[in-house]
């Protein structure tokens, strides 16, 4: 069955370097999403992707944030000068347009992030 | 803004007994879907079951079933004859059902134990 995945699945990074999270979702999904989720605290949507650009991001969703799709199959999310409080597991998500109204969000494992 | 509330941070129950996750929800929409997600450690988010808000029925797949009181605004999980694969978080989620991504709100999540 075809799945999401993400790689890496623990980064640590330092303190104002860039990271890059990298998600391959399910080949002919036409939307894409990022999600966090921060020790102890709830799933938090970042952004959704379609038709190569941003469809919808949250108020955390700030500049430092960016979203691309570079090749057609990966579907990435930078970070470009981290801080202690991006700390978190990073879900990517996809979806498949074809499947109606109820149309399922499939989720990869998660990326941990953790910033010194 | 739509939140998802759920206030059992961790629940346990007998393996082949019956449990009850709770979930509340904040909207001003008329149409929205709602679904309950399990993630096992380690692994990835696999939607459980989900209800459209315009339905009565409560939706059933095979031991899950909903709760579903939209006067209330409560979406509860029941979980019957439990086995212990069920050991996993939960979480509850909204969707509106307006526009084309729909990204989803999540709950906190409630942590189910399964006692042999």
């Known amino acids: 069955e075809p799945e999401v995945t993400q790689t890496p699945s623990h980064q640590v990074t330092q303190m104002g370097q860039e990271v890059i999270l990298r998600c391959v979702p399910i080949?002919?999904?036409?939307?894409f999403y990022w999600y966090r989720q921060i020790l102890g605290q709830k799933v938090e949507f970042l952004v959704s992707?379609?038709?190569?650009?941003?469809?919808?991001k949250s108020e955390i969703f700030d500049d430092q944030f960016s979203v691309e799709r570079p090749d057609g199959s990966n579907f990435t999310l930078k970070i470009r000068s981290t801080k202690l409080e991006d700390s978190a597991m990073y879900f990517c998500?996809?979806?498949?347009?074809?499947?109606?109204?109820?149309?399922?969000?499939?989720f990869g494992p998660g990326t941990r992030l953790t910033v010194l | 803004a739509q939140t998802v509330t759920q206030s059992q941070p961790e629940m346990s129950v007998q393996e082949a007994e019956t449990v009850t996750l709770s979930c509340t929800y904040d909207?001003?929409?008329?149409?929205?879907?709602l679904f309950w997600y399990k993630q096992p450690p380690s692994r990835q988010m696999i939607l459980v079951i989900r209800q459209e808000a315009y339905k009565q029925q409560n939706a059933t797949e095979n031991r899950f079933s909903v709760n579903f009181q939209k006067a209330a605004k409560s979406f509860s999980l029941k979980i019957s004859d439990s086995q212990l694969g069920d050991a996993a978080m939960y979480f509850c989620?909204?969707?509106?059902?307006?526009?084309?991504?729909?990204?989803?709100?999540f709950g906190t999540g409630t942590r189910l134990t399964v006692i042999p």
């Open positions: 989620a909204y969707r509106s059902a307006y526009g084309g991504a729909n990204n989803l709100f």
């Open positions: 080949s002919n999904h036409l939307y």
């Open positions: 998500a996809s979806k498949d347009w074809e499947q109606g109204p109820l149309n399922e969000q499939f």
């Open positions: 992707f379609y038709n190569n650009e941003i469809s919808e």
């Open positions: 909207t001003s929409e008329s149409d929205y879907y």
